[in-house]
Nanobody, 126 residues
């Protein structure tokens, strides 16, 4: 059974940092796109960051404009994981954060992923 499990969320003051983890199990996700989304109360789920496998066992990362320069996504092939380092957090970053995985890169704007995690809550106080 394939599962994605997020962790690392919590309550932090504005300007602080958190590191989210998403551990995959049930199969290897080495070549999968593993991306991050978030959903704030009353809003639609939105794209945060993507990590896409490249030949040579490297990954490229892309970010939503709202998090560029503050968030960094990374992968660990051995641990079958994707991480999201979040720095300089703002109250508007408050949301449930989800990781998602797909065998192929997903077009920006689409949320047609094969696998989703259950989410982890991030709350940033002002």
């Amino acid at each position: 059974q394939v599962q994605l499990e997020e962790s690392g969320g919590g309550l932090v003051q504005a300007g602080g940092s958190l590191r989210l983890s998403c551990i995959a199990s049930g199969r290897t996700f080495r070549s999968y796109a593993m991306d991050w989304f978030r959903q704030a109360p009353g809003k639609e789920r939105e794209f945060v960051a993507s990590t896409t496998w490249r030949l040579g066992n490297s990954y490229s990362a892309n970010y939503a404009d709202s998090v560029k320069g503050r968030f960094t996504a990374s992968r660990d092939v051995v641990k079958n994981a994707v991480y999201l380092q979040m720095n300089s957090l703002k109250p508007e970053d408050t949301a449930v954060y989800y990781c998602a995985a797909n065998p192929e890169p997903v077009r920006l704007g689409s949320q047609a992923y094969t696998y989703w995690g259950q989410g982890t809550q991030v709350t940033v106080s002002s």
